[in-house]
């Protein structure tokens, strides 16, 4: 089994070589010490969300409110290429966090919550404020749990209107969309840059929002014959694009 993941500062590990001894402390030095209940020998990796991170082996536990780690190696992971963005549609209730621990898990770069037209859910004042929140804490944990050293980035919300300088400066552009004409699994993908998948709402992506895409050069592609959730598309073109690009191999 895969050690745990726990997050930590960048300066705490920045200049961490073997040998070194870091210690973890506060909300995640309390989860190692009293919630996972580690004990001294077990293996660890620490981790700053941002691609750097070191495996190693708990050396002691102080109480349940840290724990101190004896660094065996250091990991510095690159920035993807290419990066996969998912433009994601406001779900109902709590599918949103589903669909970004689900994407999350299967290794999407980005994620950029999007007030499509035809959304029954709306993110105004602090109810957007604790959604959104709700959604990075989800993204940072996913990561956690699926041993990532690089988290996502789930950015501020979109309108339509806001979308288009991000489309326009993608490596790819791609709305998924039932009335495609070319399937995502046939289309020609780039060696870096972004890769920008629009995934809309239960209701659909509106004519208004579909011709603003292709204005800034996004086009329609399908995934399958069958049509999938919101809060499932986003990870089933992800997966497809992890593997096509060799970034799963």
Not at 206 to 227: I, K, Q
């Given at each position: 089994?895969?050690a745990p993941?726990?997050?930590?500062?960048?300066?705490?590990i920045?200049?961490?070589?073997?040998?070194a001894?870091v210690r973890l402390?506060?909300?995640?030095?309390?989860h190692?010490a009293a919630?996972k209940?580690l004990?001294?020998g077990?293996?660890v990796?620490?981790?700053?969300?941002?691609?750097?991170?070191?495996?190693?082996?708990?050396a002691e536990v102080l109480?349940?409110?840290?724990i101190d780690?004896?660094?065996?190696?250091?990991?510095?992971?690159a920035e993807?290429a290419p990066r996969?963005v998912v433009?994601q549609?406001?779900?109902?209730g709590?599918?949103?966090e589903?669909a970004?621990?689900t994407?999350t898990?299967?290794?999407?770069?980005v994620?950029?919550p999007?007030a499509a037209?035809?959304?029954i859910?709306?993110?105004k004042g602090e109810r957007?404020a604790?959604?959104l929140?709700?959604?990075?804490?989800?993204?940072?944990?996913a990561?956690k749990?699926s041993?990532?050293l690089r988290?996502?980035?789930v950015?501020?919300?979109m309108?339509?209107?806001q979308?288009?300088?991000l489309?326009a400066?993608a490596?790819?552009?791609?709305?998924?969309h039932?009335?495609g004409?070319?399937p995502?699994?046939?289309?020609?993908l780039p060696?870096?840059g972004?890769?920008?998948?629009?995934?809309?709402?239960?209701?659909?992506v509106?004519?208004?929002?579909?011709?603003?895409?292709a204005?800034?050069?996004?086009?329609p592609?399908?995934?399958?014959?069958?049509v999938?959730r919101?809060s499932t598309?986003g990870v089933?073109a992800?997966?497809?694009?992890?593997?096509?690009t060799g970034r799963?191999?």
């Amino acid at each position: 089994m895969t050690a745990p993941v726990f997050v930590v500062e960048t300066e705490r590990i920045a200049a961490a070589a073997p040998g070194a001894v870091v210690r973890l402390d506060g909300a995640e030095g309390r989860h190692a010490a009293a919630v996972k209940r580690l004990t001294a020998g077990e293996a660890v990796t620490l981790a700053d969300g941002l691609g750097l991170g070191v495996d190693g082996t708990v050396a002691e536990v102080l109480g349940k409110d840290a724990i101190d780690v004896t660094v065996d190696a250091v990991r510095r992971e690159a920035e993807p290429a290419p990066r996969i963005v998912v433009v994601q549609a406001l779900p109902k209730g709590d599918r949103g966090e589903l669909a970004v621990e689900t994407m999350t898990e299967v290794g999407v770069d980005v994620v950029v919550p999007w007030a499509a037209s035809r959304c029954i859910t709306q993110w105004k004042g602090e109810r957007g404020a604790k959604a959104l929140a709700k959604w990075r804490a989800t993204a940072r944990e996913a990561g956690k749990q699926s041993r990532r050293l690089r988290f996502p980035e789930v950015r501020e919300l979109m309108t339509t209107r806001q979308l288009a300088p991000l489309l326009a400066q993608a490596a790819l552009a791609a709305v998924l969309h039932e009335e495609g004409a070319e399937p995502l699994a046939q289309a020609a993908l780039p060696a870096g840059g972004d890769i920008v998948l629009v995934v809309g709402p239960e209701g659909g992506v509106s004519p208004e929002e579909l011709a603003a895409f292709a204005e800034a050069g996004a086009r329609p592609y399908r995934l399958g014959p069958s049509v999938l959730r919101t809060s499932t598309a986003g990870v089933a073109a992800g997966a497809l694009l992890l593997g096509r690009t060799g970034r799963w191999s």
